[in-house]
């Protein structure tokens, strides 16, 4: 009323201002896009006008004006609420190259394209992609960031592939603004733009509002945003309107984010509902409070806010009334529902949004112990998750789609499962889902598909280049076309269809690309070998199945999965030569293949398919080693052969073969070359150890450290021996970029990872260790289900073998030693003998030689002949040499094996020698360096000494720097002058020593040369506390160092529960014994052994009872120490960590001891498995039970429960290790017992899903009732756990037999279900039966009773009878006796089980109806057929005499046969009605064809029957087989449903039934009342001359169409021979539905037609066969048939009746007939190939297969190759073209010179295969032995092939190869 007034003011009204009436004449207009709603939508009766009147006055009088109407109630934005043209708020969630995908609100996503982001940016793109310079494209990535907020329009909603709904976005400010105009423009509105061009000055922007410019000054942009980055050309920007000119037409814009976010709309903006953007920020009141949200108002709209978009803290604190800020998140134009966010995160415009949670990725994740906090009907249910995480279900995912709604109870439910779907940035809170068919999913991600997986998929697509198949939910994969199958398909339709269900195995996935990658290879599918996923995988010797990708002349490139390549070499493709490889392998074939060599970090890979065949047959025919070595056994060995990798030996005495690897000669490295180039064939090895036995193959070690681990029991014999903590000797096989592998004896393999190399950081593994190196390692984790574990090879962590570096110099210096001695002693040997007399430090007379300025210099001497001496520059230093000068050298090294030697001519080092005193602490520097050994000087004396470079066995060169000459070092002197060093003094380099090169060579002082005092074993020391950790405390000594103190070594009685290092605070003075320490650079515990051993870092004792200096501490060995616990003893430790993936408590007692406590012996109650480190904190002291302490292997179990017994009746804890559906749980027991809990055992109340209640590694209580194959079995019942507390059981243990009575109702688990009825599990050992009469009242199948009695569901069962001796126990499942449900649903609508009689008869009767029918439709289908068979055959038959036999298959070998006449045969009986009628047509294609020809008598074989739709189809003629006279053959169908007024006669002339028409429609014309010219009027009359003309040829034909009987009648007596004529008055009478009269006409027409004319009475034979089969019965088409077999060849008449069968769908009695023939006429090639043909067709290959097998033995050998090459021919039509290509290609290889199998082969693979195939099938033929004339023919036959097919490049091709045919001949004949 009020616009009325308005517009239409009444008296008395006072009128309103005009600002006024244009605002609400604005707010009107906006109103009339508002549909009007109506609260009623009936009249109520007896209500008033007035009544209504008065309400809508009190409503309006109440509430606030708004420009649309308030929501009904609150819920999230739902898929189907998504309409085009709706704007939205979203958030960047990834870049690609050409999109952008958004997340929008209520967990949606949407896709942005390239094109959709705004016309500035699409040209800019255009122009950059048409220029040619190198201007850098402006891609996604540098417009949007992920989390950056955009305003976007629905664009469009496409429906995908799969049916789901794809939501298209643009943010092109054209469609975002479109509601704005220039004079709308207001300051201080915030809009969304886009970056049309930079400027000089700033940035043209695109606001999308026509005729408007914007600009963007840069110093705007610049000083306001306080992190300024360039605006580039297509960048989205929200900005604010500082000013507006002009109308509208030029505005200024600021991007300042502060103001941005306290900029809100002003009623002042005129904001209309249309025009309205998300992201505005707005002030809202509150309306309304509603459990689902909040409706607010706010400028003159309504707006709601959802609860997901509530901030959670204050979800219960609004209030109506209340005051809030809120940001616009999507507006329904079609509602008009506006939609708010009170989220803080959307209301910082400028501010990126997380994407990912604070907790991490959890996408995926299946969570237990979930509950719901509030229920929310129309949107869905919040979940709290157990870590206080909220989480939203959608109400599509609280349930199965099937499932009926049970949404109150899950308030009720204390627990819940759900699965992490998704993270919406918008909501900042995870969707997930309650299905249980989506927790089960066993792919949801790409990350959880596993290479090498054997995955279940459905084909969704076939592709061009593959097939693309469904995995799971969205997963999907693709199969490329060469891994479809083991071969090559031509036509893979024909094997997959879309929904079939198949299995793949994954080849490769790509998480980053969302690819994966699948192959339906059966080799791969099938295969057992290892799975090469990785280059690191690939060891040498692995055997593994891969794909042959190419073949080229230098051999065949394999891959494996993950795109893993490598290469097979010519000489290793087979064991004999191959010349041409592409001959026998061919790409795609699925190979198996041995790795000789793998270098990973080259991703090279060298293979060999010889080694797999040589390996496979080795051993044959060899006996067995006679001595069986065991790992650890010393040895001695012959050397047989020597290869640069190994040598392969003979262990003595029983000569059995074995390998040594080179890498295996020394620990040194160095000194393997030298010990190899020693050792000769024929010599015997000793020292040798067995290293690993693997079935016959075994490997011997002489490596000194492996021989003493192997010795102390420091190795493992396998993967269950490894524990935490072990330390084991072992060797570098494998460097990579990540790690490197170590392997140990038994070969096993571990991986240091580089951050376990050493203690510094690692940039290359090959920089720290070589390939071969002796390392000693601590295993640090380990994985027993794949079988791979981890460890480390810090100084810190391992502990150091006995004898340090001065042993590994001894033994390093000996070997060198007596290798060079062996190459001395050999003959012609001199100047090696020459050489091996000198020593380091020994004084030469030498001549200069050369002595290049700048450089070194080199030596001659006469008494070294042929002998290298030279100097390096740093060793001619400040000498000046001039060539012939005599000069005295020190030698510093001597090379044997280059026999090259190392001298020094400095001054210093020429010096008269100083003795040595033993202990002596000196200075030394390096002089020169041989990898593991160094020479250096003394710097107060001119003596020379050897070192070992590494002061510990994992040490290398570059852990403190390379060695260089220079360097300077502290050492000790052990031995003045050492007998095994030849005289020099043996010396100790000290820890921490500088390894640096020294500024300059100087004289060293005092202070230089001393190095800092060390700590002797038991000295008491001083300090202060430096730091207190809970494992030790730091203590900084008076005298420099730092002291550490094991939490073990602080009080002498230890308090359980306490914390001993909390004793001391850090500053505190204390006083300390040394017991042990630790190097300053590796941190590694070592006691001493004697008192002068000195460390640079004590391990302290704080003690009080070892503080007495008169107490004397004994070192003991850690291996000492470990040996001295008992079983049982009860020791104090202290806990270390808690170690979540072995599930254990690592505890230490000393400094050198680490424990193991298993979560079993941890904790006593279930509900502390959880987190049992909640319980055990570092440091703390524990009383603990020693089960085991080993050293050999290492083994220190210890238990905090005491040791447990296992003994029948006790309950212990157990953890669940293996769920196995079906049958129950496998538990791990204490004391590493194992035991099993059976189904009827898990509970005393039986369940639905009993499993669903457990998952791995669950700890529970477990109640042990017996032993049964060395396991427990276990119950969890509550009744054997707790029987104090435990009710009464419901279903209560059947102990035996005894206990069940018949007609008793007992409860339990399907084991199966099938053919011998359902199986039920009633206890652990009682299994009942009930069979399927007692299991349902319908009549079911067992594949459908299966279905629906899986394994595992619980049942009710009745019990019928029970045998105490077989232990059988009847039961019954039906409804009388269980008082249940039936277990079959009755909405399957299956039919109740019958008596046995009525069953019966009800059979009989619907197996006669159902062969009525298909007699009715198939006799119809199949006269018709035989009568269009005389047409194709007539003429045939007079060209060619009539012979005896006639060859039924010939029809599948015609040449004019075609695929399209088959399609329409089959369409045509579809589409055939059940009405017949008779229809005898003239083919007029084929009668022009004969008027051409110009042979009037064969008008007759022109005459066809067909239907409507093959009036217009081209047939070809069949052409006969040559063996065998014409036989009419039925190329196509004909139909009984067209009138008689169809049949034409054939005629002279082939257009008489087109002037017909013509002449029709011309009468017609000339009735119409006009005046005509003279010409019109000639030219009618010439026209009706014509017509007249063509009437009487029509008339003149013999042939001509019959209408009724009597005609028949007349056409008979002139041809009474005429099969067809026959077969159409046939036609005439079943078009009457005369079958009695069509019988007689057939019985006429045998007696009729002459006894000569064999192939026409066969017709007629045929027709009655056919109409005898459609409307006779079985007995009737039996004695026809065998009549025909009296007055006709027998084999004819078998394949007509047989084709009839077919044709009918009668495949059973088809197949017994053919059976017959073959068995019949087993003589006769043709019904075997009838036969074959027949099996093809249907599909069964395998059978055709033995069906030739048989034909091959039955016929005569002459037939033989015939006989393959017609079943091939059958092959390449109806089966596998690739089985045909193989059966002719194995013929020709027999028969070479058969140039008709290689034309029909050609023939073949030209009309089936590819132009690839026929090109490579010619080349083979032209080069064939056989005469020149044939080969001449071949070459025509390519030439005009490529000539029709090919290019002119490919014709020249050809023309040459016959160019160089006929020259290779004439140079033969030349010869």
């Known amino acids: 009323m009020a616009s009325t007034e308005e517009d239409f003011p009444r008296g008395g009204i006072e009128k309103k201002p005009a600002e006024t009436k244009t605002l609400e004449e604005r707010k009107e207009v906006d109103n009339l896009f508002q549909p009007h709603v109506q609260p009623e939508t009936k009249k109520r009766k007896g209500g008033s006008k007035e009544d209504s009147t008065t309400a809508k006055k009190k409503k309006s009088a109440s509430d606030p004006v708004t420009l649309n109407a308030p929501a009904k109630y609150v819920e999230i934005l739902h898929l189907k609420n998504i309409k085009e043209g709706m704007l939205m708020l979203a958030c960047v969630k990834e870049v690609a190259d050409f999109d952008v995908v958004m997340s929008l609100p209520c967990g949606l996503l949407g896709f942005l394209q390239i094109k959709n982001i705004s016309d500035g940016y699409t040209k800019l793109l255009s122009e950059q992609l048409r220029s040619q310079g190198t201007e850098e494209i402006s891609s996604l990535d540098r417009v949007f960031r992920p989390g950056m907020l955009v305003r976007c329009v629905v664009l469009k909603l496409d429906i995908t592939k799969s049916g789901a709904l794809s939501i298209k976005l643009s943010i092109n400010p054209k469609l975002l603004n479109k509601a704005l105009r220039p004079g709308t423009l207001r300051p201080g509105m915030t809009l969304s733009g886009c970056v049309e061009s930079v400027e000089d000055h700033g940035y043209l922007v695109d606001i999308g509002v026509g005729e408007t410019k914007a ?26 309107v500082d000013e507006v000119k002009g109308s509208g037409r030029v505005v200024r814009l600021s991007v300042n984010p502060l103001a941005l976010a306290r900029t809100f709309a002003d009623a002042s903006h005129d904001w209309s509902l249309t025009s309205l953007q998300p992201g505005l920020l707005v002030k809202a009141k509150v309306k309304t409070v509603t459990k689902h949200g909040l409706l607010l108002s706010f400028l003159s709209f309504s707006g709601q806010v959802d609860f997901l978009h509530m901030e ?34 959307l209301l910082a415009p400028g501010s990126l949004v997380d994407l990912a949670p604070a907790g991490g990725d959890r996408i995926g994740e299946v969570v237990d112990g979930c509950r719901v906090t509030s229920m929310h009907n129309m949107s869905g249910a919040l979940l709290e998750l157990p870590d206080q995480t909220r989480a939203f279900v959608h109400k599509n995912h609280l349930k199965e789609t099937a499932q009926t709604s ?13 699965r992490i779907l998704n993270f919406s940035a918008m909501e900042q809170v995870h969707f997930a889902s309650l299905r249980k068919s989506v927790r089960d999913k066993v792919h949801f991600r790409f990350e959880d598909i596993q290479v090498g997986e054997v995955v279940m998929g459905t084909v969704s697509e076939l592709l061009d280049h593959g097939m693309m198949v469904q995995l799971s939910g969205n997963l999907k994969g693709l199969v490329p076309k060469t891994h479809l199958s083991d071969i090559l398909l031509r036509n893979p339709e024909k094997k997959y269809s879309e929904g079939m269900k198949i299995k793949c195995r994954v080849l490769s996935v790509e998480v980053d690309k969302r690819r994966v990658t699948l192959t339906r290879k059966k080799a791969l599918l099938t295969s057992t070998l290892p799975v090469v996923s990785s280059y690191a995988v690939a060891r040498p010797g692995l055997v593994a199945h891969g794909f042959v990708v190419s073949i080229q002349s230098f051999g065949c490139i394999v891959r494996f999965y993950n795109e893993v390549k490598g290469l097979v070499p010519l000489r290793e493709l087979s064991t004999e030569p191959l010349a041409s490889p592409e001959e026998v392998f061919y790409v795609g074939q699925v190979v198996k293949v041995k790795v000789l060599e793998c270098e990973p970090e080259k991703e090279r890979l060298l293979l060999s398919f010889k080694a797999v065949v040589e390996g496979d047959t080795a051993g044959e025919g060899t006996a067995a080693p006679r001595v069986l070595m065991e790992v650890g056994q010393r040895c001695e060995a012959r050397l047989v052969t020597k290869s640069a990798v190994c040598l392969e030996v003979a262990i003595l005495p029983d000569e059995v073969p074995a390998l040594l690897p080179t890498m295996h000669l020394s620990d040194h490295v160095s000194n393997c070359a030298l010990l190899w180039e020693a050792l000769e064939e024929g010599d015997v090895i000793s020292n040798l150890v067995c290293l690993s036995r693997y079935k016959e193959s075994i490997t011997l070690t002489q490596k000194p450290l492996v021989r003493w681990g192997l010795e102390e029991g420091l190795f493992v014999k396998g993967f269950s021996d490894l524990a935490v903590g072990m330390t084991l000797v072992g060797w570098i096989k494998k460097l990579m970029p990540y790690g490197v592998f170590v392997e140990f004896p038994c070969g096993i393999m571990g991986l240091a990872p580089k951050s376990a190399l050493c203690d510094r950081f690692v940039t290359d593994t090959a920089s720290v260790y070589q390939l071969g190196q002796t390392v000693v390692a601590m295993v640090t984790t380990f994985d027993e289900e794949k079988q791979r574990f981890l460890v480390t090879l810090k100084g810190s962590e391992v502990t150091d073998p006995e004898g340090g570096a001065q042993a590994l110099l001894l033994r390093g210096l000996r070997e060198r030693r007596s290798a060079e001695e062996v190459l001395a002693s050999r003959e012609g040997s001199g100047a090696r003998q020459e ?31 042929g002998v290298a001496i030279a100097a390096s520059k740093p060793h001619v230093l400040g000498v000046t040499l001039t060539p012939g000068q005599k000069v005295t050298a020190v030698v510093l090294q001597v090379d044997l094996l280059s026999a090259r030697v190392h001298v020094s001519v400095l001054p210093k080092l020429l010096a008269k020698k100083k003795s040595l005193e033993a202990g002596s602490l000196l200075a030394v520097m390096v002089q020169h360096v041989d990898q593991a050994f160094a020479v250096v000087a003394f710097e107060s004396s001119a003596r020379l000494a050897v070192v070992h470079a590494a002061c510990h066995i994992n040490a290398v060169f570059s852990e403190a720097g390379h060695l260089k000459p220079g360097s300077a070092l502290s050492v000790t002197v052990t031995d003045p002058a050492c007998a095994e060093l030849r005289g020099l003094p043996l010396l100790r380099v000290e820890a921490g020593a500088s390894r640096h090169p020294a500024p300059a060579p100087r004289a060293a002082t005092t202070s230089e040369s001393e190095a800092s005092p060390g700590h ?47 004793l001391l605070e850090a500053g505190a003075r204390v006083r300390a014994r040394v017991i042990g320490g630790r190097e300053g650079t590796s941190h590694r515990f070592l006691p001493f052994s004697h008192p002068n051993f000195k460390y640079s870092i004590p391990e302290l004792t704080l003690v009080p009872s070892k503080l007495d200096d008169g107490v004397k501490i004994k070192p003991v060995k850690p291996r000492e120490k470990l040996g001295s616990f008992k079983a049982g003893q009860q020791i104090t430790c202290f806990v270390s960590k808690y170690n979540t993936e072995r599930k254990c408590l690592e505890v230490s007692t000393d400094p050198s001891l680490i424990g193991i406590i298993d979560l079993l012996d941890l904790v006593k109650d279930p509900k502390e498995a959880s987190h049992p480190e909640k319980l055990y904190k570092s440091g703390m002291a524990v ?65 639905k899903d009993p499993l669903k209640a457990f998952s791995k590694d669950q700890v529970l209580r477990c109640f042990l009732l017996g032993t049964k194959d060395d396991k427990w079995e276990l119950s969890l019942r509550q009744s054997r756990v707790a029987p104090d507390l435990a009710p009464a059981a419901k279903d209560p243990e059947v102990l035996s037999t005894d206990a069940l009575k018949p007609g008793k109702l007992i409860r339990g688990y399907v084991m199966s279900a099938g053919d011998q009825g359902v199986l039920v599990r009633l206890s652990g050992s009682i299994t009942g039966r009930a069979l399927l009469h007692k299991a349902t009242k319908f009549s079911v199948s067992p594949k459908v009773l299966s279905q629906h009695l899986p394994s595992s569901t619980l049942l009710t069962t009745s019990i019928i009878s029970v045998d105490p001796e077989t232990q059988l126990v009847e039961l019954s499942l039906l409804t009388q006796d269980t008082k249940k449900s039936d277990v079959v649903p009755e909405a399957l609508g299956l039919p109740l089980r019958p008596p046995e009689e009525q069953k019966e008869e009800r059979a009989d009767r619907m197996k006669g109806e159902l062969a009525a029918r298909m007699k009715r439709k198939a006799a119809m289908m199949e006269v018709l057929k035989t009568m269009a068979e005389i047409k194709s055959k007539k003429m045939k038959m007079k060209k060619q005499p009539v012979q005896e036999t006639q060859s039924g298959p010939d029809v599948y070998f015609r040449e004019g046969e075609e695929e399209e006449e088959e399609k329409e045969e089959e369409e045509e009986k579809e589409e055939r009605p059940k009405k017949v009628k008779a229809v005898v047509t003239v083919d007029k294609k084929k009668k022009k064809r004969k008027a051409k020809k110009g042979r009037p008598e064969d008008s007759d074989s022109g005459v066809e029957v067909s239907s409507r739709e093959e009036e217009t189809t081209t047939t070809k003629q069949l052409k006969p087989d040559p063996s065998g006279p014409a036989r009419l053959q039925l190329s196509a169908g004909f139909s009984w449903d067209l009138g008689l007024s169809s049949l034409r006669p054939a005629t002279a002339d082939p257009r008489a039934q087109d002037g017909d028409s013509s002449a029709g429609e011309e009468s017609e014309e000339t009735d119409k009342p006009q005046k005509k010219s003279k010409q019109q009027q000639e030219q009618e009359q010439k026209e009706e001359e014509k017509a007249l003309a063509r009437r009487e040829v029509q008339l003149m034909e013999p042939g001509l169409r019959p209408q009724d009987a009597a005609s028949f009648e007349r056409l008979l007596l002139a041809s009474p021979n005429s099969s067809l004529l026959w077969l159409q008055y046939m036609a005439n009478h079943l078009q009457a539905t005369q079958i009695e009269q069509a019988r007689s006409v057939a019985e006429r027409a045998l007696k009729t037609i002459s006894f000569r004319e064999e192939q026409e009475k066969l017709n007629v034979w045929v027709a009655l066969l056919n109409l005898e089969n459609m409307y006779g019965s079985e007995e009737s088409l039996k004695k026809v048939f065998e009549r025909a077999q009296t007055f006709c060849e027998p084999m004819p008449v078998y394949q007509q009746l047989a084709d009839i069968y077919a044709r009918s769908n009668k495949m059973k009695e088809a197949e017994s007939l053919y059976r017959t023939m073959v068995k019949r006429f087993r003589q006769q090639k043709g019904s075997w190939l009838s036969y074959g043909g027949f099996l093809l067709q249907q599909g069964q290959s395998d059978a055709a297969s033995a069906l030739l097998q048989r034909a091959l033995q039955s016929l005569p050998s002459t037939d033989s190759v015939e006989l393959i090459s017609k079943f091939a021919q059958l092959e390449y039509q109806y089966g596998d073209t690739e089985r045909g290509r193989a059966m002719m290609d194995k013929i020709l290889g027999t028969y070479p010179k058969r140039t008709d199998l290689w034309s029909v082969f050609m023939d073949l693979t030209i009309k089936h295969g590819s132009q690839k195939d026929v090109r490579a099938l010619f080349d083979r033929a032209i080069h064939l032995s056989v005469a020149i004339k044939k080969v001449k023919f071949f070459f025509k036959r390519y030439l005009d092939y490529e000539k029709k097919h090919g290019t002119p490049e490919s014709v020249q091709t050809v023309k040459e190869k016959a160019l160089e045919f006929v020259e290779a001949k004439g140079t033969q004949a030349a010869r």
Do not use: W
Request: net charge negative; with cysteine.
């Open 215 to 240: 600009f963007l000054p840069r110093q705007v942009a610049t000083d306001q945003n306080p992190n300024p980055e360039e605006l580039r050309a297509g960048q989205t920007i929200t900005c604010r």
């Open 312 to 345: 959670p803290e204050e979800e219960s604190t609004y209030t109506v009334g209340q005051e809030v800020q809120a940001c616009v998140l999507y507006i329904e134009p079609v509602t008009r529902l506006v939609a708010l966010s009170l989220r803080r995160h």
């Open 406 to 418: 049970a949404l109150d109870k899950l308030l009720s439910l204390p627990e819940l499962s759900c």
């Open 835 to 865: 050489l091996l007399e000198l020593t380091v430090g020994q004084k030469l007379t030498l001549a200069v030689e050369e002595a290049p300025e700048g450089g070194g210099a080199t030596f001659k001497s006469d008494e070294l002949t």
């Open 1016 to 1062: 002797t074993y038991g000295e008491t020391v001083e300090g202060a506390v430096r730091s207190v950790k809970p494992m030790c405390v730091l203590v900084a000594l008076d005298g420099g160092g730092t002291g550490s103190v094991h939490v073990s070594q602080m009080v002498d009685a230890v308090a359980i529960g306490s914390f001993p290092t909390a």
């Open 1183 to 1247: 009383r603990a039970t020693v089960v085991e302490a080993s050293s050999k292997p290492y083994r220190f179990s210890l238990s905090l429960n005491g040791r447990q017994q296992l003994a029948v009746g006790v309950v212990t804890l157990g953890m669940v290790t293996t769920i196995e559906p079906g049958r129950g749980l496998l538990v791990r027991l204490p004391s590493d017992a194992t035991g099993t809990v059976s189904m009827t055992q898990l509970t005393d109340c039986y369940r």
